[in-house]
Structure formats: structure tokens, C-alpha cells
């Protein structure tokens, strides 16, 4: 990165450049990676490459709970957009901090316009840490960039005579706009109020231990503490000269007492009077003109894809209602097929309501896209609580309604991550794959970078030495197509508690199917090593660590070999069922499962027929 982008780029995010700032950018801008150093669970300086600046590169992200997913889209949400989860200020220094570190946070965040957004923490007059100053990165200031859980969660859980507020900031201009909705900004002062009384009771207790102080005498309010102060310790005003009287000298105890004593005090009367304003706000909210419009004619598509993802449902089509009860009421009701309108939250899945408040933050998305921000979209474990077919069909909708995006996504489901690798593959979008292999209090996450492909961890295994391994990765890769081939074969399995089956469940009835297709050379040799999957890959038996290599390279091989057979590598694509019983080709016909064409003995007719003259 050039010296002179950076301090261009510097001057606009961290001294808050209003012009520059605010100027739409001239092309479409992503992310092609960024740095991480002492950062919530990211202790040592964590780098991510993503891609280049030709086109946008999406990318997956799989940990296990508690890895460091969420750091990295907290710290990619400070370095562009200046706040953390809905914090903004002084209040984003306590989250932020790593507790495995001295260091002061900070972000830097490149960009395919050749930017680079630096964000890190400055210390105020009064030594608290705070935020680098300024605006969030151009393209950046009105777009939902993150959505989480919680987002999804918050959409339900608030008044539906205020949930309008929620999608209204990202249409409002400038740093100054509010990210909580009134009745949240009410329960975090109603909660600072409780602390900041304690406060204030305390150091005043404090300051009665004062030997000429009697318990209870020292008014709680700023104007009459201080004259309290100035009557007490300094002999208070003289009504014959007018003029207060000559200050005494105090100790620094005494002193330090009542300033601080004078500080809880303000800090408390600060807290009450934005808890009174906020109440007012609360009352008197206008929702936002163009926000109404888009949620309005949203409402015909919303339907559409619900019904397009979720096509068993019992919904005939979905509503928005704006400012019914409020100006800033936001309602969704759905009419069932048999005609009724009721209530999402009384009728639906919680998959279902799930996806409604995502499909709500998406159309927003889109909008914000439409008036000139950045095409780039975070999904922090949006799809936990929603079926596989439900969540995969919904990110395949949002890939066709969304086209040259750049979307983040973390899971810690690996079927999920295959699923995803295999959409976007199919759909040709680009999309880079890391996998947190590990994470510790000092180091922080150790990232490793996936192919995304099938097969991709069983190839990596054979490049070690270690059978245990090896045979690991086979089974589990085998159990996935296994997966995929018994419903696309129809085989018979035997019906079990919540249907959750197991190699053993369907690895028979798949190798039944294929035993008379080309394939069959291929399952024998699997089933000849099968064993190996149980007692090296998944259990301890001691007997079975002198396998050889060549025995669980054999085993690997042949799964290998038939996930060529079954998945196309041009296309992306499984077989299919063909009308021609007993044959599966893939979409573009370069991979084919069917029965072996027969050896056709020569006829010496032929031959003579052949022969020229």
C-alpha cells in the first residue's frame, strides 16, 4: 500500500474529513483483507487476505463456538463502520480490549479502491481510552453491514410501535444517528442511572467520615452541594463585604473527596437528563419517508421468497404494515391459505420467523446498496436456528437477488460449509474458505485456509504420514456422500428416532445401488478397508495402530475415486436421476453413473467387412 493512500485515507476516517467523507464512492468497493491486533479474542496481530481488486471475493469462515468468529466481524465492523454491536464512543473501548494484551486495539481494513481504513484508540484528557474520531469509511455509513443473531432475535423482540427504528439508521446521514431504538436507549440509562446512584451515594459517604460532617447532611444535587461546599469549608458568603470569604487550605483527602463527590453528581444529573430526553424522543419519533417506501413496496417480494424458500408453509402471503400505531410501527402479519391474517410469532416456525427478519434485512441491505453503498454484507451466524433445506435455499435466493456482492458468513456447522462451498461454486461466485483450527487466551484464533471443496481435507491428509488421520477424513467424507447418494439413488433404510442417520445406516443400501454401475470397482475397494474408518478414525483400539499406511491409502483413494464417479468437477454438481433407468448424469453430462457398456467380442464378419478391397 502506497504511503500517500494511506494518509489520504487516514485524514478522511480518523480526523473526520466531513467532504470527503460523505461522498458517494465513484465504484463499486469491497474488502480484499485486513489486520487484527489486540482486539477482543484476537491478542496478536491476526492478517486475512481475501482477493484482489477485479472482482469481490466472498468468504466462510468455520470455528466452533467460542473460536474468534465474532472478534473478527466486530473488528471489521469497528475498522469500517467506527462502533461495535450498537456501541459508539467511550463505550466501545471495555468490549474491544483484549484481556490477553497491553496493547491498544486497532483495525486496518483494505479496500479495492486502493484505500486502507486504520482504526485504532487514542486516550482522552481524562486517560480513558476512546475511539479514533470520524465517520465510517465511505460506502460504509448506511448499510446493515453486520447481521447477527442477535439482530434477528432484536427484530422480534421489539415493540412492533417502535421496530421501524431499528432499519431507520441506516437511511439517516452524518456519524451523530442513533443506533438504538428509543425503548433500548430507556433500559441502558434506566441501568447507567442504578450505577451512577451508587456512585454518587458512595463517594458522598465518603466524604462524611469527615470529622465535622454529620451523616445525611449533604445535599445530592449539583447547585446545592456546592454551595453546601463553599458554606462548610470555606466559611461560606459574607452578607457585610459581599464577596465570600477568604478560602481555607484543605487537604488533599478533603479535596480530592469533593471533586469527586462533585463529579458523580454531574455524572448523575447528565444520565438523568438524557434518560428524560430519550422518553420524550420515545413519544415523539418520526419514522423516515424513503424507509417507508422501500418497506412498503417490499411487501410482494417478501412474499415471494418466503414462499420460494419455505414452500411447505401454510402462508398465502406476507404483509408489512407501516406506522399503525406509531410513526415509527412496524408490523408483518401473514394471511394463511385458508384466508385468516394472524400473527407471524402466533403461527410460524422459529425458522420461519427467523427468516422473515432476514429477509427484512436484506431488502434494507439492497436499498441502502441502490442510494450508493458498498455492495458488502455480514452474516455472523444468522442461519444457527434454521433447517439445512431452509437456509440453504434462503442464501440461494439472496445470491440471485444480490449479484456482485461481497458476503462474509461464519458457521461453525461443517455439512453447512460444504453446502455453501457448493452453491457458490455452482453459481461461479468466488468465495475463499478459512477454517479456525484452534484458539488460546494468549495467541488468539490460528486460521487455516480451505479449498471449499469436497474431498479438499482427505487430499491435505495425504499429504501427512499419519494413518489415524487419513482414515479420519475418509470416513467422514465418505459418510457425506453417502449423505447425498441415498437420496439421490433411493435407497431403503431402516427408519430410526428423529431419522438421524449414520454410515452404517446408509452406506449398505448406497453400495447396493451402485454395485451394478461403474462405480462398483470402486465400492468393493471401500469395502474391503471399511474397518479402518471405525478402528482407526473413530475409536481407540490398540491393535488396529499397526494398520499400515498403504491400507488406509487404499481406503482414501477409493473414496476419492468415487466422489470423482459422483460429484462433477466441471460443474459442481451431483448426479441426477436420468430418464434412462439406472443412469445419474451431472447438469453439464461430464460425469455419468450408469451400468458399464459390455465388451463386445470381435467379429471376424466385421473384420473382413472391414478390411479395405
Known amino acids: 500500500m502506497a504511503t500517500a493512500a494511506y494518509q489520504v ?38 492478517t486475512i487476505s481475501i482477493g484482489d481488486a477485479e472482482r469481490p471475493t466472498s468468504v466462510l469462515i468455520l470455528g466452533d463456538n467460542g473460536s474468534g468468529k465474532s472478534s473478527i466481524t466486530d473488528a471489521l465492523q469497528f475498522g469500517l463502520q467506527g462502533e461495535l454491536r450498537g456501541m459508539r464512543g467511550v463505550a466501545i473501548a471495555e468490549a474491544a480490549l483484549s484481556r490477553a494484551s497491553t496493547a491498544q486495539p486497532r483495525v486496518r481494513v483494505d ?11 487514542r486516550r482522552n484528557a481524562s486517560d480513558r481510552l476512546t475511539p479514533d474520531p470520524g465517520a465510517p469509511a465511505p460506502g460504509f455509513g448506511r448499510i446493515p453491514l453486520v447481521v447477527r443473531r442477535r439482530d434477528i432475535l432484536r427484530f422480534w423482540d421489539t415493540p412492533a410501535a417502535q421496530r421501524q427504528l431499528i ?61 453546601w461546599v463553599d458554606n462548610f469549608f470555606y466559611g461560606g458568603f459574607d452578607p457585610k463585604t459581599r464577596r465570600f470569604r477568604q478560602r481555607r487550605k484543605l487537604s488533599a483527602a478533603i479535596l480530592s473527596a469533593i471533586e469527586e463527590s462533585r463529579a458523580a453528581i454531574k455524572l448523575l444529573s447528565r444520565i438523568e437528563s438524557e434518560l428524560k430526553a430519550a422518553q420524550k424522543l420515545a413519544a415523539s419519533r418520526t419514522g423516515d419517508p424513503e424507509l417507508t417506501r422501500v ?21 398465502e402471503s406476507l404483509g408489512i404494515e407501516i406506522g ?87 458457521a461453525h456447522d461443517r455439512l453447512w460449509r460444504e453446502q455453501v462451498a457448493g452453491l457458490f461454486q455452482r453459481l461461479g461466485r468466488p468465495l475463499s474458505s478459512l477454517e479456525i483450527v484452534d484458539w488460546t ?15 479438499a481435507s482427505l487430499r ?16 467422514r467424507l465418505l459418510e457425506q456422500i453417502s449423505d447425498q447418494l441415498s437420496s439421490i439413488l433411493v435407497i431403503s433404510v431402516k427408519r430410526k428416532p428423529d431419522d438421524r442417520y449414520t454410515l452404517a445406516d446408509l452406506w449398505p443400501g448406497v453400495k447396493k445401488a451402485l454395485s451394478k454401475t461403474n462405480a462398483s470397482a470402486a465400492c468393493q475397494e471401500i469395502d474391503l478397508y471399511l474397518h479402518l474408518r471405525n478402528f482407526l478414525g473413530a475409536h481407540a483400539n490398540p491393535w488396529a495402530e499397526g494398520a499400515s499406511r498403504q491400507e488406509t491409502q487404499r481406503f482414501a483413494e477409493a473414496v476419492l475415486e468415487l466422489l470423482v464417479l459422483a460429484r462433477c468437477s466441471c460443474c459442481g454438481r451431483w448426479v441426477e436421476r436420468t430418464p434412462n433407468a439406472g443412469a445419474w448424469v451431472c447438469r453439464c453430462g461430464v460425469t455419468r453413473l450408469a451400468p458399464p457398456e459390455p465388451d463386445r467380442e470381435a467379429d471376424p464378419a466385421e473384420d473382413v467387412r472391414s478390411r479395405p478391397g
Open 9 to 46: 485515507h487516514t485524514r478522511i476516517i480518523v480526523a473526520g474529513v466531513s467532504e470527503a467523507a460523505t461522498k458517494k464512492p465513484v465504484r463499486p468497493v469491497w474488502v480484499t483483507g485486513f489486520s487484527i491486533c489486540a482486539f477482543r479474542g484476537i491478542p496478536d496481530e491476526l
Open 111 to 121: 479496500l479495492s479502491d486502493g484505500s486502507m481504513v486504520d482504526r485504532g484508540f
Open 167 to 227: 432499519l431507520s439508521q441506516y437511511f439517516e446521514v452524518g456519524p451523530g444517528r442513533e443506533r438504538e431504538t428509543p425503548d433500548e436507549r430507556i433500559t441502558r440509562l434506566k441501568a447507567e442511572r442504578i450505577t451512577a446512584k451508587t456512585r454518587r451515594n458512595g463517594r458522598l459517604r465518603e466524604l462524611a467520615t469527615h470529622p465535622r460532617v454529620e451523616a445525611g447532611s449533604i445535599p445530592s444535587d449539583a447547585r446545592r452541594f456546592n454551595l
Open 295 to 315: 418497506l412498503e413496496a417490499a411487501s410482494a417480494d417478501l412474499t415471494t421468497a418466503f414462499n420460494e424458500i419455505s414452500p411447505r408453509s401454510a402462508v
Open 324 to 410: 399503525d400505531e406509531t410513526a415509527v410501527a412496524l408490523d408483518v402479519r401473514v394471511r394463511l391459505r385458508n384466508g385468516r391474517e394472524v400473527d407471524p410469532q402466533v403461527v410460524l416456525s422459529e425458522a420461519n420467523q427467523d427468516l422473515i427478519a432476514f429477509l427484512v434485512f436484506v431488502v434494507v441491505a439492497k436499498a441502502a446498496a441502490a442510494r450508493g453503498e458498498a455492495k458488502v454484507l455480514v452474516f455472523d451466524d444468522v442461519f444457527q436456528s434454521v433447517d439445512s433445506p431452509i437456509r440453504l435455499a434462503a442464501l440461494s435466493y439472496v445470491l440471485g437477488i444480490l449479484p456482485g456482492w461481497q458476503l462474509i458468513i461464519t
Open 441 to 455: 487466551l494468549e495467541h488468539g484464533p490460528r486460521l487455516r485456509r480451505e479449498s471449499g471443496e469436497y474431498g
Open 460 to 475: 491435505a491428509a495425504l499429504t501427512e504420514d499419519e494413518p489415524a488421520a487419513i482414515a479420519a477424513q475418509a470416513g
